[in-house]
C-alpha cells in the first residue's frame, strides 16, 4: 500500500509542478535575450570539444566516494612500515663495512665475543670479554678505533670505562692469531693514554720492540673469526 | 525553421535564430528557476545568466539535439551559483499562480497546489533542484545527477529526503485520491 501511494504521489507531482509552475512568458525576457546576445560568444576552437572525442569532453567525471577510513589506516600502517624500516636500515649501519667479527678464547681471559664495523677512520661496535671466573663479571667495550698494519695485524679497541681500554688484536693468516688486551701490562710500565688510538699505538710499540714481555698473540685455531674486505 | 537548424545558425553566431531559441524555452526556465529559487527577482537573474551563458557557450554546443537538455543544466547551474552567491540574501516568497482565481471546482487542485508550494519551501535550494529537475522537467536522475555534477547515489538520497519532507507536510490520501488529480497523469 505503501508503494501504491508512493508511485501515485509521484505520479501527481509533475502535474501541480505544471500548473505551480505556469506557462508564461516572463516579461523580461525580451531584454534578456537582447542582452545576452548583444555580447561575442566564445570562439569555436577554444572548446575542448573542437579537439579531443566528445565522449572524452562531455563524459561526466565518474564520482569516487572518498574511503577515508581506509585511507587512514592505509597511512597509518604506511607510517608503521616506514618506522619499522628506517628503523632496519638504522641498524644496519649503513656505509658501514665489517671490519672483524667473531669470538676465540683470552690468553688470560674467557670467552672474547666481538663485532666491528668500520667506515673511513670511523669504527664503531661492540665487544664483550668474558673473565674466565664465573664469579667475575664481564667487560662491555664499546669499540671506537682501529690500526691495521702491513702485515696483516688489527687492532680494534674502545673504552671500557673512561680511563680504561681495551684491545682486541687479530691477524689473519691460518691458523688466526688472536690476542686480547684490557688496561696496561702490568709487566711493563704502565702506560695512560685515554685516546684510543693511542692506546693501540702504545700496545703496537710493545709489541713491536718488546714482543715477549707483553700478551703475544696466539695461534688460535679455534677461533671463529670472519673478516671484512 | 526546425530547432537543429536553429541551433545550428545560433551556433554560428545568428543572433535572430538565438532569440527564437530562446523564446521557445523562456518560460520553462523562468518557471524552473522560480520554482528552485522561490524568488522571482532572483530567478530573472538566473534566466539572464543562463541565456548569457547559452549565447557565449552555443559554438561548443556539438549535438544539437541536446540544446534542451543543455540549456536546463545550465539554468540549475546558474540557480545553484546564485543559492550560493547570495546564500544569506535568499528571501523566498510564495509562488504566484500562474493562473486565474479558481472555480469552485478547481478548489481541490488549489488547494494541492499550495501545499506543494509549501512542500517546496521546507527544501533546501540544492534539494528543490533535484526535484524541480525530476518531477517538472522529467528528466531523469541519472540526468540529473549529471546536470548537477553529483552522483547518481546522492540524487536517489535528495529525491527519497524531499519526497518524504513533502509527503509530511502535504496531505497524501487527499492527494492521491482525489478525483480531480487522476488525469492523465494518475
Request: charge should be negative; hydrophobic fraction near 45%; charged fraction near 25%.
Amino acid at each position: 500500500m505503501s508503494t501504491e501511494r508512493t508511485t501515485r504521489f509521484e505520479r501527481v507531482l509533475p502535474g501541480l509542478f505544471d500548473e505551480l509552475a505556469g506557462t508564461r512568458t516572463p516579461a523580461y525576457l525580451e531584454a534578456a535575450i537582447e542582452r545576452a546576445s548583444s555580447g561575442p560568444q566564445r570562439p569555436s576552437w577554444t572548446f575542448p570539444g573542437r579537439w579531443l572525442p566528445v565522449d572524452i569532453t562531455t563524459r561526466t567525471a565518474p564520482f569516487v566516494r572518498v574511503p577515508w577510513g581506509q585511507i587512514g589506516v592505509m597511512v597509518l600502517t604506511g607510517l608503521l612500515l616506514a618506522v619499522v624500516l628506517a628503523a632496519y636500515i638504522g641498524s644496519q649501519r649503513p656505509g658501514m663495512s665489517l671490519l672483524a667479527r667473531g669470538s676465540f678464547m683470552g690468553h688470560d681471559w674467557g670467552l672474547v665475543e666481538f663485532e666491528a664495523f668500520q667506515e673511513d677512520s670511523v669504527v664503531t661496535g661492540r665487544m664483550t670479554v668474558h673473565a674466565k671466573s664465573p664469579d667475575v663479571a664481564a667487560i662491555t667495550v664499546e669499540l671506537q678505533c682501529a690500526r691495521m698494519t702491513e702485515d696483516g695485524l688489527i687492532m680494534i679497541g674502545g673504552h671500557v670505562t673512561e680511563s680504561t681500554l681495551a684491545a682486541v688484536a687479530l691477524k689473519r693468516g691460518s691458523p688466526v692469531q688472536t690476542a686480547i688486551w684490557v688496561g696496561a701490562d702490568f709487566n711493563l710500565a704502565v702506560f695512560e693514554e685515554e685516546d684510543c688510538l693511542a692506546y693501540l699505538d702504545a700496545w703496537l710499540a710493545r709489541l713491536s720492540a718488546t714482543l715477549s714481555s707483553v700478551v703475544p698473540l696466539k695461534d688460535d685455531s679455534e677461533a671463529v673469526i670472519e673478516f671484512g674486505p | 525553421m526546425d530547432q537543429d537548424g536553429l541551433v545550428e545558425r545560433a551556433r554560428r553566431g545568428d543572433r535572430q535564430a538565438f532569440a527564437e531559441l530562446a523564446r521557445a524555452s523562456g518560460a520553462r526556465l523562468d518557471a524552473t528557476a522560480r520554482l528552485i529559487l522561490r524568488d522571482p527577482d532572483l530567478a530573472q537573474d538566473a534566466v539572464q545568466e543562463t541565456l548569457i551563458r547559452a549565447w557565449r557557450g552555443m559554438p561548443g554546443l556539438r549535438d544539437h539535439a541536446t540544446f534542451d537538455h543543455w540549456l536546463h543544466s545550465l539554468v540549475a547551474h546558474a540557480c545553484i551559483d546564485l543559492i550560493r552567491k547570495r546564500r544569506r540574501r535568499v528571501i523566498e516568497v510564495e509562488l504566484s499562480p500562474a493562473h486565474e482565481a479558481p472555480t469552485p471546482d478547481q478548489s481541490v487542485r488549489v488547494a494541492d497546489r499550495d501545499q506543494l508550494d509549501r512542500a517546496l519551501a521546507r527544501l533546501g535550494p540544492e534539494i528543490r533542484a533535484v526535484v524541480v529537475l525530476h518531477f517538472y522537467l522529467d528528466l531523469p536522475l541519472s540526468t540529473v545527477a549529471g546536470m548537477l555534477g553529483i552522483p547518481i547515489g546522492t540524487a536517489k538520497s535528495r529525491l527519497h529526503r524531499s519526497l518524504g519532507t513533502m509527503r509530511s507536510v502535504m496531505s497524501i490520501d487527499e492527494v492521491t485520491t482525489a478525483p480531480a488529480l487522476g488525469g492523465p497523469m494518475a
